[in-house]
């Protein structure tokens, strides 16, 4: 009895220990081979070069994924069924199948194969060899945005960079493409000839509106970048220990993760400060790298918010991505390594262990899956984990995309309500902090039905340089459109927020497209009964004379007339202009189907047909102007192919800018900006008729869009122009009067002579003649 007493004690002691939940069970992925139907593997079958596996997922759509290992697999349900390796068709003649790097651009997959760039379009399944590409490649780059409908977004998802990892810096040979890499053409970026090392990578940060070049010299790499202000100087160097792999975590928030077999790495701002991941226990660090634990990388995985670690010991560490936080924490010991495996987050927490698994009767591959639950797993009273100090962190931003044209402001509002007697600190961060400035204020906002604070917080964003509290030197270039990503988390979160996700909103400083510009006509030809609204829009047309227009815009008389076909569901009634006084259109700014102000910015008029039949009130130094201003001809003649109608906000240089080094060259030029600080006004010719303009806003501090629209000017109470000059004229009917005056006196005089006598003698007699014969007519009648 004793015996079994202390049998039974043992057993209570040891069933804790015998069913402690392990980190996952595995299931075997099998489908599609019920009738054993042996399907073939057409074209040259792909592998990849390096001797551990990667995973990639396309960032957009979650179910489609990439398998990079001795076989390649390419899946659209999350490897939920079995799957064929991955081949490429031997008409593509790439030699040796080897992938060195591969990417999602979009709705297409590219493959580093053979040192060349390949495009598999997977929705259309087929293939093509990328143009442009003239030197040997190893690697691609780029980034995908997830905001559909946005143009700004899919300039993001097209962009991809392809290089040769290892290269000699100064003498690499980098290529572009903003075609998802169809066609690529030559990139160097500034001063590339002067760096010295090699070549670790180029990367697009959107998130710091920056191309990043990652060189790589004894053993510590370091970035520089392309534009103003971080062009001046490099990124702080970093340990470059082993050739380091490079993954962009999805979101747009800079977040890097750099990573080989005994080194991890992450920087949360593009490269600019890049940090050694740490190993840590409950709240104390064991280890302050990877390399100091002693530990074998052997997969990586990341979405957002999480980070995920496998290594060759048979040991998962996680953790998360916040704002703050740059550590691991191991989970318990369990037997899931092995060469094949990868990690592949599926949901926020939700972590699988993939292998595939051969079959001797299928070409097609099977998987093993090993899902993890993350949160059940920090549950874990071993983990010594905190429980969450915040309940709820919500904002009606979250996951979205707004833009900030120039000289616009975004107001935003989140909520935060913490766990009782704990006071967490929200952190509101912008990843683009040279263009993007911002305002948090938060307070108190009432009680939950528990007795918690609501805490309200309103965030207050603009351009930077309109703040007026950042150093010129530190702010971009307020003409350039960027991008940035604004975060709002918890400091120093506790890794049991698994749930409480930070909200991110990606905010595009620039164009906003809801924007348009309209000409005010409140007087139209149309109200007046000069024209016909009912004729206008029954196919009318109107002719212009040969020596009024100029087809190619450089002031030269036609050689024959022009018809015009007037759009009247496009133009509507044209705006009735008087054409002796001087005019100017009055430009409306609106968005949204809402007037917004009267435009003040500068603005150029160009007639779309080459009416050159009318000028310009003022002249350069009429103007004020301190260099020489443009015109629509010295435009034109370095538009290229952008055509006569290329005179934007990007080209413009006002001749007020004390920058402009321009001389003064020709002061009696006509001033051909209208609007902005100058009353400069058109004035017409002597011509009546319809002229129909081209209006462009080009001061380029006014919006970035390209803010343009045509309409319609009817100009009336024009004499008809003179057959003959007026001086003409004048010397013909000077003449005829004083010949007059001079018969009126003469012919008298002349009647009194010989010669006038018998004159007078020869009208007589033809008189009597004359009448004579008059007389015999009428007898006759």
Same mark, same amino acid.
């Given at each position: 009895?004793?015996?079994?007493?202390?049998?039974?004690?043992?057993?209570?002691? %040891?069933?804790?220990?015998?069913?402690?939940?392990?980190?996952?069970?595995?299931?075997?992925?099998?489908?599609?081979?019920?009738?054993?139907?042996?399907?073939?593997?057409?074209?040259?079958?792909?592998?990849?070069?390096?001797?551990?596996?990667?995973?990639?997922?396309?960032?957009?759509?979650?179910?489609?994924?990439?398998?990079?290992?001795?076989?390649?697999?390419?899946?659209?349900?999350?490897?939920?069924?079995?799957?064929?390796?991955?081949?490429?068709?031997?008409?593509?003649?790439?030699?040796?199948?080897?992938?060195?790097?591969?990417?999602?651009?979009?709705?297409?997959?590219?493959?580093?194969?053979?040192?060349?760039?390949?495009?598999?379009?997977?929705?259309?399944?087929?293939?093509?060899?990328?143009?442009?590409?003239?030197?040997?490649?190893?690697?691609?780059?780029?980034?995908?945005?997830?905001?559909?409908?946005?143009?700004?977004?899919?300039?993001?998802?097209?962009?991809?960079?392809?290089?040769?990892?290892?290269?000699?810096?100064?003498?690499?040979?980098?290529?572009?493409?903003?075609?998802?890499?169809?066609?690529?053409?030559?990139?160097?970026?500034?001063?590339?000839?002067?760096?010295?090392?090699?070549?670790?990578?180029?990367?697009?940060?959107?998130?710091?509106?920056?191309?990043?070049?990652?060189?790589?010299?004894?053993?510590?790499?370091?970035?520089?970048?392309?534009?103003?202000?971080?062009?001046?100087?490099?990124?702080?160097?970093?340990?470059?220990?082993?050739?380091?792999?490079?993954?962009?975590?999805?979101?747009?928030?800079?977040? %890097?993760?750099?990573?080989?077999?005994?080194?991890? %790495?992450?920087?949360?701002?593009?490269?600019?400060?890049?940090?050694?991941?740490?190993?840590?226990?409950?709240?104390?660090?064991?280890?302050?790298?990877?390399?100091?634990?002693?530990?074998?990388?052997?997969?990586?995985?990341?979405?957002?918010?999480?980070?995920?670690? %496998?290594?060759?010991?048979?040991?998962?560490?996680?953790?998360?991505?916040?704002?703050?936080?740059?550590?691991?924490?191991?989970?318990?010991?369990?037997?899931?390594?092995?060469?094949?495996?990868?990690?592949?987050?599926?949901?926020?927490?939700?972590?699988?262990?993939?292998?595939?698994?051969?079959?001797?009767?299928?070409?097609?591959?099977?998987?093993?899956?090993?899902?993890?639950?993350?949160?059940?797993?920090?549950?874990?009273?071993?983990?010594?984990?905190?429980?969450?100090?915040?309940?709820?962190?919500?904002?009606?931003?979250?996951?979205?995309?707004?833009?900030?044209?120039?000289?616009?402001?975004?107001?935003?509002?989140?909520?935060?309500?913490?766990?009782?007697?704990?006071?967490?600190?929200?952190?509101?961060?912008?990843?683009?902090?040279?263009?993007?400035?911002?305002?948090?204020?938060?307070?108190?906002?009432?009680?939950?039905?528990?007795?918690?604070?609501?805490?309200?917080?309103?965030?207050?964003?603009?351009?930077?340089?309109?703040?007026?509290?950042?150093?010129?030197?530190?702010?971009?270039?307020?003409?350039?459109?960027?991008?940035?990503?604004?975060?709002?988390?918890?400091?120093?979160?506790?890794?049991?927020?698994?749930?409480?996700?930070?909200?991110?909103?990606?905010?595009?400083?620039?164009?906003?497209?809801?924007?348009?510009?309209?000409?005010?006509?409140?007087?139209?030809?149309?109200?007046?009964?000069?024209?016909?609204?009912?004729?206008?829009?029954?196919?009318?047309?109107?002719?212009?004379?040969?020596?009024?227009?100029?087809?190619?815009?450089?002031?030269?008389?036609?050689?024959?007339?022009?018809?015009?076909?007037?759009?009247?569901?496009?133009?509507?009634?044209?705006?009735?202009?008087?054409?002796?006084?001087?005019?100017?259109?009055?430009?409306?700014?609106?968005?949204?189907?809402?007037?917004?102000?009267?435009?003040?910015?500068?603005?150029?008029?160009?007639?779309?047909?080459?009416?050159?039949?009318?000028?310009?009130?003022?002249?350069?130094?009429?103007?004020?102007?301190?260099?020489?201003?443009?015109?629509?001809?010295?435009?034109?003649?370095?538009?290229?192919?952008?055509?006569?109608?290329?005179?934007?906000?990007?080209?413009?240089?006002?001749?007020?800018?004390?920058?402009?080094?321009?001389?003064?060259?020709?002061?009696?030029?006509?001033?051909?900006?209208?609007?902005?600080?100058?009353?400069?006004?058109?004035?017409?010719?002597?011509?009546?008729?319809?002229?129909?303009?081209?209006?462009?806003?080009?001061?380029?501090?006014?919006?970035?869009?390209?803010?343009?629209?045509?309409?319609?000017?009817?100009?009336?109470?024009?004499?008809?122009?003179?057959?003959?000059?007026?001086?003409?004229?004048?010397?013909?009917?000077?003449?005829?009067?004083?010949?007059?005056?001079?018969?009126?006196?003469?012919?008298?005089?002349?009647?009194?002579?010989?010669?006038?006598?018998?004159?007078?003698?020869?009208?007589?007699?033809?008189?009597?003649?004359?009448?004579?014969?008059?007389?015999?007519?009428?007898?006759?009648?």
């Amino acid at each position: 009895m004793l015996l079994l007493m202390l049998v039974a004690a043992t057993t209570l002691r %040891l069933c804790p220990l015998a069913r402690a939940q392990p980190l996952c069970r595995i299931r075997t992925v099998r489908t599609g081979k019920v009738f054993h139907v042996r399907e073939q593997i057409q074209g040259d079958h792909l592998y990849f070069s390096s001797g551990t596996t990667r995973l990639m997922k396309h960032p957009c759509k979650k179910n489609i994924a990439l398998y990079l290992g001795r076989q390649v697999f390419l899946t659209k349900n999350s490897f939920e069924s079995s799957v064929l390796p991955f081949s490429i068709p031997t008409s593509m003649q790439v030699g040796i199948p080897e992938v060195t790097s591969a990417h999602f651009a979009g709705s297409v997959l590219l493959l580093v194969v053979n040192r060349k760039v390949y495009v598999y379009d997977y929705e259309a399944n087929s293939w093509n060899a990328s143009t442009g590409v003239e030197h040997p490649v190893s690697h691609i780059s780029g980034d995908n945005c997830c905001y559909s409908g946005n143009s700004f977004c899919m300039d993001i998802s097209n962009s991809v960079f392809a290089y040769l990892r290892g290269d000699q810096i100064s003498q690499a040979n980098i290529y572009f493409s903003n075609t998802r890499g169809y066609r690529f053409q030559k990139y160097s970026q500034e001063r590339q000839a002067e760096l010295v090392g090699s070549l670790g990578g180029i990367f697009y940060f959107y998130s710091l509106s920056q191309v990043g070049l990652l060189l790589v010299d004894q053993r510590k790499a370091m970035f520089g970048y392309s534009d103003h202000p971080l062009n001046r100087s490099f990124g702080l160097p970093f340990d470059y220990n082993g050739t380091l792999d490079i993954l962009i975590a999805p979101g747009q928030k800079g977040i %890097l993760i750099f990573w080989f077999e005994k080194s991890l %790495l992450i920087s949360r701002n593009a490269g600019q400060l890049v940090n050694p991941v740490h190993v840590r226990e409950g709240q104390h660090i064991l280890y302050s790298s990877i390399s100091e634990a002693n530990i074998t990388i052997h997969s990586v995985a990341a979405n957002e918010n999480e980070l995920a670690v %496998l290594t060759q010991e048979n040991n998962l560490y996680y953790g998360s991505l916040g704002i703050l936080s740059s550590s691991l924490i191991k989970f318990a010991d369990q037997n899931i390594w092995s060469e094949e495996a990868v990690l592949m987050f599926t949901d926020v927490g939700m972590l699988e262990i993939l292998s595939p698994l051969p079959d001797s009767t299928s070409p097609a591959f099977d998987f093993q899956k090993c899902p993890v639950n993350i949160q059940a797993i920090l549950m874990d009273p071993q983990l010594q984990v905190d429980v969450c100090k915040v309940e709820l962190l919500q904002g009606e931003f979250e996951n979205k995309m707004y833009t900030i044209d120039m000289n616009s402001e975004l107001e935003l509002t989140a909520l935060m309500i913490p766990r009782p007697s704990t006071s967490p600190v929200p952190l509101v961060m912008v990843s683009n902090p040279h263009s993007l400035g911002l305002q948090a204020v938060i307070y108190e906002d009432g009680y939950t039905y528990d007795g918690n604070t609501k805490h309200r917080l309103n965030i207050s964003l603009r351009q930077q340089q309109h703040w007026g509290r950042a150093d010129p030197n530190f702010t971009s270039s307020i003409k350039r459109p960027t991008i940035s990503t604004i975060t709002l988390d918890i400091a120093n979160k506790e890794i049991s927020c698994l749930d409480l996700k930070p909200l991110t909103a990606l905010i595009s400083v620039g164009c906003d497209l809801e924007k348009k510009i309209v000409i005010q006509n409140e007087i139209s030809a149309c109200y007046n009964g000069i024209l016909d609204p009912v004729a206008l829009q029954d196919n009318y047309s109107y002719v212009i004379e040969r020596e009024a227009y100029d087809p190619s815009f450089r002031g030269q008389k036609a050689t024959e007339d022009l018809e015009v076909p007037y759009h009247y569901e496009k133009l509507g009634c044209p705006i009735l202009v008087y054409y002796d006084t001087p005019w100017k259109p009055v430009v409306e700014l609106w968005r949204e189907g809402k007037f917004q102000e009267v435009v003040k910015a500068e603005y150029v008029l160009l007639e779309v047909n080459g009416l050159f039949t009318y000028t310009y009130s003022l002249t350069a130094d009429m103007a004020l102007c301190s260099s020489q201003p443009q015109n629509w001809t010295t435009i034109a003649k370095t538009a290229g192919d952008k055509g006569p109608f290329a005179w934007d906000r990007e080209n413009y240089v006002s001749c007020h800018d004390p920058n402009n080094n321009a001389p003064l060259r020709w002061p009696k030029v006509p001033y051909q900006i209208l609007g902005g600080p100058t009353e400069n006004k058109v004035v017409f010719d002597q011509r009546n008729g319809i002229y129909i303009f081209f209006i462009s806003i080009v001061d380029p501090y006014y919006s970035y869009c390209h803010l343009e629209t045509t309409f319609s000017v009817y100009v009336y109470g024009a004499f008809p122009l003179p057959i003959f000059p007026p001086e003409i004229t004048i010397v013909l009917l000077t003449g005829a009067t004083l010949l007059s005056v001079w018969l009126a006196y003469l012919i008298p005089e002349l009647l009194h002579t010989e010669r006038g006598l018998r004159v007078k003698g020869f009208w007589a007699r033809l008189r009597r003649r004359c009448g004579k014969s008059c007389a015999c007519v009428w007898a006759r009648c």
